[in-house]
């Protein structure tokens, strides 16, 4: 399982777990975060074509 994969589940667990505005809320409770995002971003992205894109969506 990639990176963007576990997140990807991970989410989709709180959301079933908490709802949409828990889950958003436990998140900016706990998203400090560290790092460069920007730069993360861009590399866990670089390879996302826009029919991946639409497809997520």
Known sequence: MTPIELRQKGYQALVKELGQV?????LQDVGGGFGDYTQERQQSLK??????????I
């Open 47 to 56: 390879n996302v074509t826009r029919a991946d894109f639409w497809q997520d």
């Open 22 to 26: 828990d889950a958003i809320r436990f």
